[in-house]
């Protein structure tokens, strides 16, 4: 459950357009692509398992370390992360159901902004031995920017 990961890779990323959307890919992946997760919990406070989310700033690309995810139809790709102790993590406490993370799980801008975002749930020491166990529910979405004139 406390793997450090990032869903998509510099080559899943764009994978994924093309499985997903084969007609139209090569246009979309003109422009700038990202692969953005809404994440929050069913039930709340959530005190089990909270997720945490690595600022990206603090994340050196040789961190990042490709690894295959294998399913019957198709083989995937995300990042595992190797411990630095420079990286910086933050998390959001007892959340609600009302409240939301978006975690960036690729962008395909290469001009210095956060790609991608580390996330983890993980052991919250002061969780209750009696709390709840975690219920969540994650929308992965595609987002397109048009192409440069």
Known sequence: ???????????????????????DSSELLR????????????????LDAPLAVCDAQSV???????SDLIYRER????????????????????????????????DSVMDGRARFAPHSAFTDPSTPADAPPRESIELRTLVFHPAPS
């Open 1 to 23: 459950m406390s793997r450090v990961h990032v869903d998509h890779t510099a080559k899943s990323g764009p994978q994924r357009v093309r499985d997903l959307i084969p007609e």
């Open 31 to 46: 422009g700038r692509v990202q692969v953005i997760n809404l994440w929050r919990p069913i039930r709340g406070p959530l």
């Open 60 to 66: 050196d690309p040789q961190d990042l370390i490709p």
């Open 75 to 106: 083989i995937g790709e995300t990042y595992s992360v190797t411990y630095r102790p420079s990286h910086r993590w933050y998390y959001f406490s007892q959340m609600r159901v009302d409240e939301v993370l978006l975690v960036k799980c690729y």
